[in-house]
């Protein structure tokens, strides 16, 4: 058992000041110093002076397996982008192996994330996301459009899921992703969907991140065309966005969503979908601006992610979180601050079936403690504005109640 004392705590959508947090494996007090003392006279007792505890960050959409790139991929146009993945995955993909996953995973912690939803292609991350004691949701991905090779492509998948789920445990889930309408058969759809609804996992998948990828699934036509019969000999969509939609019984949790129609938003909000927005991905690949104001004027509820280092100069939820709070220039920044905090807390916490990402009696001890250094602040409402804006250390990362940093 532990009892932190910060001068500040983050707790739901205020700084409260000079409260303690007691806590093993899970929360399971919050109050003043010496009456949690009195409580638990055995507690280790943590007090520092100028620092902040909140809930660990959620980076609920990134991918690990390119995270060897560098200068290797071309940005600006998204199918640009693709083209040169196609060209450079197996070099990428061959040059990060265990050590350089572990490496990421680690400097992920540092920054203060505690759990992640990792997409996985290849399932080349395992080993290290085995070893690591970072909270993972490992969303095995499902790809490949062209009918005759289907059946192949369900058997690797289903290896993947199932070594994934030997090492499932109250830190590592084993989960399914649908790479995009655009490069998944239905027939695949169909049968991972009856997996996903049978175990009651959560889903991610990609969905108009591009304009290309609009016209594509809306007409057959545009720089889709010339990509699909080029790689892989096709000429027509395997999905409309409309069907695509419609193969889902449960709510999902898409990523991107920067070109949906006002159909398509309503099908979100009736479905309880959710958005996972990767700001920093979407400006490089030239894939437009998620509009966060419809999505909130609907319910539709979104994170921040960082997506991977193929489309991202870093994996830090802090550098996503001071570009979301620029480019959205129409927020007003105090009250956007919160919400930004919450989009990598307490909403990818529920996108991902998690126990964590608030401080709350019963969650689990996923914790930062983070050192403010000499600063004051008069009004404590602007310290979630600071924390994004100035990105003070992190003293401590706790998992599960386990210090990790």
Not at 164 to 179: V, W
Not at 325 to 342: G, M, N, T
Request: glycine share 4%; charged share 25%.
């Amino acid at each position: 058992m532990k009892i932190i004392s910060s001068r500040y705590t983050l707790i739901g959508n205020k700084i409260e000041e000079n409260i303690a947090v007691a806590f093993s494996n899970k929360i399971e007090a919050i109050g003043k110093l010496e009456d949690l003392k009195d409580q638990f006279p055995t507690a280790e007792i943590v007090e520092r002076e100028n620092t902040l505890l909140m809930a660990g960050l959620i980076n609920a959409h990134i991918h690990l397996e390119f995270s060897k790139n560098s200068t290797e991929l071309n940005y600006g146009n998204f199918v640009n982008w693709l083209n040169s993945v196609i060209e450079k995955r197996t070099e990428l993909v061959s040059s990060c192996e265990t050590e350089c996953i572990e490496t990421v995973l680690d400097s992920l912690i540092k920054s203060g994330t505690t759990a992640i939803g990792a997409i996985s292609s290849y399932g080349f991350e395992f080993e290290a996301l085995k070893k690591s004691p970072i909270r993972k949701v490992i969303f095995n991905e499902l790809i490949g459009s062209q009918p005759h090779q289907v059946d192949a492509l369900w058997q690797n998948f289903l290896s993947r899921l199932e070594e994934s789920s030997e090492f499932n445990s109250d830190r590592s889930t084993s989960s399914i992703a649908i790479h995009s309408p655009y490069s998944v058969h239905p027939i695949l759809i169909r049968k991972a969907m009856e997996i996903a609804t049978k175990r009651d996992i959560p889903v991610s998948t990609h969905f108009m991140e591009s304009q290309a990828e609009r016209e594509w699934l809306d007409s057959g036509k545009g720089d889709f065309k010339e990509f699909f019969e080029k790689f892989f000999n096709g000429s027509k969509p395997v999905n409309s966005a409309e069907n695509f939609l419609n193969g889902f019984s449960k709510p999902i949790a898409f990523t991107h969503c920067n070109y949906l129609s006002d159909s398509e938003l309503q099908i979100f909000k009736e479905s309880n979908h959710t958005v996972s927005h990767c700001p920093r991905s979407n400006r490089l690949l030239g894939s437009g601006k998620l509009d966060i104001n419809k999505l909130d004027s609907l319910g539709i509820e979104w994170n921040i992610s960082t997506d991977g280092l193929s489309s991202n100069s870093s994996l830090s939820l802090w550098d996503e979180l001071q570009t979301a709070l620029y480019l959205h220039s129409d927020r007003e920044p105090k009250e956007f601050a919160f919400q930004l905090l919450k989009s990598v807390t307490e909403i990818p916490a529920k996108q991902l079936n998690l126990n964590s990402g608030k401080i709350d009696i019963g969650r689990d001890s996923d914790l930062l403690l983070i050192d403010l250094k000499d600063d004051n602040f008069e009004d404590l409402s602007y310290i979630p504005l600071h924390l994004i804006l100035r990105q003070y250390r992190i003293e401590k990362v706790f998992i599960g109640g386990d210090e990790v940093v």
